[in-house]
Every structure is written in structure tokens, then in C-alpha cells.
């Protein structure tokens, strides 16, 4: 997803996320995919909510299991979140 | 649309909120065009994740639902306003989340407000998807007879 996609998609989701309309978590999994370990990870990172971030940091504190494709695919993730959220 | 359902005699929770969505805006893999907090995630290619990389036997209480304020987001896809009977649409939607959440709330409250991950899934996920791949629903839980609720709804509403 490029980097004007994701912000198009931003404008629209947190407002909708402030207003109630998702979890933290639910936000989180929105966000997740996002990351591609590409120039616009940083920024994408700095756009989230605090709260969102606190899920990423829990997550990021969490064993994954990658006997799987789901967790193998959230490894994938959350390695390049990690590259960014460390900043 | 809220005071048609609860005419209807359709009632949630009360820490539920309803919210209109786009399609696109919806969080669920199935394509439902209505849905309350998920606790799953589509990961791409497919692959299918839990909104808190749960384990089967993890545990979840009314609050894994609930946004920062403590609410329970029900989101209703603005697609619906489009069809042709949009009001019976909307409700049915509503009866459908409505007898989800009721059920799975009173099935909290017995348990003590805990649940297995697993035993989630079994209460309130489709059997399988369209393609039949399996979905972790069982036969007749809160996800299939909220359909059946919902049809009464509608029925009863039109005065049948």
C-alpha cells in the first residue's frame, strides 16, 4: 500500500476511531498490515494513536507463534514495526 | 433507525453504540454488512489473525469488546441505505447484532465474565465461509440463530 493510500485511509478511519467506532485492538490489526517495512513506516508510526501504540507494544512484548501462516504473517509485521517504534 | 428497532423490540446491551460505517470501513473477512468489535483480523494472502494474538484457551470478558470509553461499537454498513427496502435492511442487521451481543453478554454473566477464545468463536462465528472452509462456529450458536431472530423481526414488525 503506498503511502497516499494509507493516509487516505487515515483521514477516514481516526476520526471514526476517536469517536468510538473501533477498539484499540480493532485499530490495531487496521494499522498492522500498513507497515511493509518501507520509507513510509515512520510516519505511518508517528499518525497512530497512543493507545494504538500501547497495543503494538504489548504485542511486540508477546511470544509469536510462527508454527503457522497467521503468525508467521504477524512476525512479519511486527519486525518492521519494531525498525520504526524504537525511534 | 435506532427508535424503529427499539419499536421492533430490538434491544442491546446497554454500553453498546451503533455507528454507520462505509463497506470499506467494516473489519470483518466475511463481507457481513454489519458487525461488532472483531477479534479477528484479516492479515493478508488469506491468513487470518486475533485481535489479541489470542490462544485458543486465552481468555476474553465483556471489556475485550469495548473501546476506550467503555463502549461496545456496533458498526452498520451505509450500504444498506442503498437497497431497496433499506429500513427492513437496517433492521434486520440490528436484530441480528442485537440478539448476538444479548446472548453473548448473559453468557458472561453466567461464567463469571470469562470466556475461552475458542469457546468464543464456537458461540458466535459463522460454521464456514462461503467456500466451506471452516470458521470455528458450531451448528445452531448465537450466529445462527441470530438470523433466525432477526427474520422474526422482520415478520412481526410487518405484522405477520
Known sequence: MSKREWQVKFVDFVPLYEAGAYTSNEFFWFALPLFDGGSGDQD??????QDVKDCFVTQMKRDVATTDPAGVALAEKLAAVRRVAVR | M????KQAGVTFPEDVQVFWVKPSQLHNTEGAQAEY????????????GNAANLAPNDLVTWESF???????????????????????????????????????????EVQGNLMTYSDLNRLVRPVASETGVPLGGVANN???SAWTYADQVILNWRGH
Not at chain 2, 435506532?2 to 428497532?5: D, E, N, P, S
Not at chain 2, 468489535?37 to 487470518?48: C, E, F, K, P, Y
Open chain 2, 2 to 5: 435506532m427508535a424503529l428497532a
Open chain 1, 44 to 49: 505511518l508510526w508517528d499518525a497512530l494513536p
Open chain 2, 66 to 108: 469495548q473501546n476506550k470509553a467503555g463502549m461496545v461499537p456496533v458498526r452498520i454498513s451505509t450500504d444498506l441505505l442503498g437497497s431497496d427496502e433499506a429500513a427492513i435492511a437496517h433492521l434486520a442487521h440490528l436484530a441480528h447484532e442485537s440478539h448476538e451481543l444479548n446472548g453473548l453478554y448473559n453468557s458472561l
Open chain 2, 142 to 144: 448465537l450466529h445462527e
Open chain 2, 37 to 48: 468489535s472483531v477479534l479477528q483480523a484479516n492479515l493478508g494472502d488469506g491468513r487470518i
